[in-house]
C-alpha cells in the first residue's frame, strides 16, 4: 500500500514539473514593446528643423536702409557709367561700404528688391543721379555730399539771400584727357571733381605691352590747386596742376611697372 502511494507522489510531481516546463516557452515569447526605435528618427527630426531655423534668422537679417543706400549707389553706377571696367571699380568699393560682398548683395536684392517701400525710395533717389555722382561714388560719403548739394541748389531765393554763396571749385563734374610720353601708349587720365572739392579719378593705358589703371584721390584748394595721390600693384601717381572753368592740366608723376616717369595732362 506505502508503495502504491509513493509511486502516486513521484507521478504528480513528475506531471508537475511537464506543466510547468510546458509555460516557460509562453512566459519568453511573451509581445514586447516596438516603439522605442522611433525615438531616434524624432530627434533627427528635431535636430533638422534646428538646422532650417538658423538659415531663416539669416535670410532675416539683411538690414533694408544698408541694402537702399548700396542699391541706389550701384544702380547710379550702372546708369551712368559706361566703361565697364571702371563701373566694377566704382562698385567693388560700394559693397564693403554697407557691409555687403557681391554676392551678399546680389542674394539680398532678390530678398528686398521687389519690396514697394524699397522700390519707392530707390525711384526718389535715382532723381538725383548723375555722371558726375556716379563716378564720385568710387568715395564713401559721395552720396551724402550730392544730396546735401542738391538740397542747396533746391533752397528758394529766400535762403539765399541769409547766407553767402558757398564756395564752389572753378568747375565741377567728369573731365578726361589723353597724355602720351614716358614710353607709355594709349594712356589717358578720368577725374571728377566734386562740388566739396574732392577729387577722384584713374589713370590708365599700356607700356611696354603691359597694361595698367591707377585710382587715385585727392583734394582741390580754394585756389585750384590739385593734389592727388595713388597706387596699385606696385603702381603709382601724383597727380598735380591747376583747376580752372576750361578743366584741368598740369604733370603726372610717378612709377610704372618699376620705371618712373613724368608728363604733362590736359582734361577737360
Known amino acids: ?39 531616434p528618427a524624432e530627434e533627427e527630426a528635431a535636430e ?7 538659415a531663416e534668422e539669416e535670410a532675416a537679417e539683411v538690414n533694408e536702409d544698408m541694402y537702399i543706400n548700396a542699391a541706389f549707389e550701384v544702380t547710379c553706377v550702372n546708369a551712368q557709367i559706361e566703361d565697364p571696367a571702371r563701373a ?3 562698385k567693388n568699393e560700394i559693397y564693403p561700404r554697407y557691409g555687403f560682398t557681391e554676392e551678399s548683395f546680389n542674394a539680398a536684392q532678390e530678398q528686398l528688391a ?40 533746391a533752397g528758394g531765393e529766400e535762403t539765399a539771400k541769409k547766407a553767402p554763396a558757398k564756395a564752389m571749385p572753378a ?9 602720351g610720353g614716358g614710353g607709355f601708349d594709349g594712356a589717358s ?26 585710382p587715385f584721390s585727392g583734394e582741390v584748394s580754394r585756389g585750384g590747386d590739385i593734389n592727388a595721390t595713388g597706387e596699385r600693384n606696385g603702381n603709382t601717381v601724383k597727380v598735380s596742376g591747376k583747376l580752372t572753368a576750361a578743366g584741368a592740366a598740369g604733370e603726372l608723376q610717378g612709377s610704372v611697372h618699376q620705371r618712373d616717369y613724368k608728363v604733362n595732362y590736359n582734361a577737360n
Open 171 to 179: 568747375k565741377t563734374g567728369a573731365m578726361t584727357g589723353n597724355f
Open 1 to 39: 500500500m506505502k508503495r502504491g502511494i509513493q509511486l502516486l507522489i513521484v507521478a504528480l510531481a513528475s506531471a508537475g514539473l511537464i506543466f510547468s516546463g510546458c509555460d516557460k516557452p509562453a512566459e519568453e515569447t511573451a509581445p514586447t514593446e516596438e516603439a522605442a526605435p522611433e525615438a
Open 48 to 54: 533638422e528643423a534646428e538646422e532650417e531655423a538658423p
Open 189 to 214: 587720365i578720368r577725374m571728377s571733381v566734386r562740388p566739396d572739392f574732392k577729387v577722384t579719378g584713374t589713370v590708365r593705358g599700356n607700356r611696354e605691352g603691359a597694361a595698367f589703371a591707377i
Open 88 to 90: 566694377t571699380e566704382i
Open 114 to 153: 521687389e519690396r514697394e517701400s524699397v522700390k519707392t525710395a530707390l525711384e526718389t533717389r535715382m532723381e538725383k543721379c548723375t555722371a558726375e555722382l556716379a563716378e564720385s561714388l568710387a568715395e564713401a560719403g559721395a552720396a551724402e555730399a550730392g544730396e546735401e548739394a542738391a538740397g542747396e541748389e
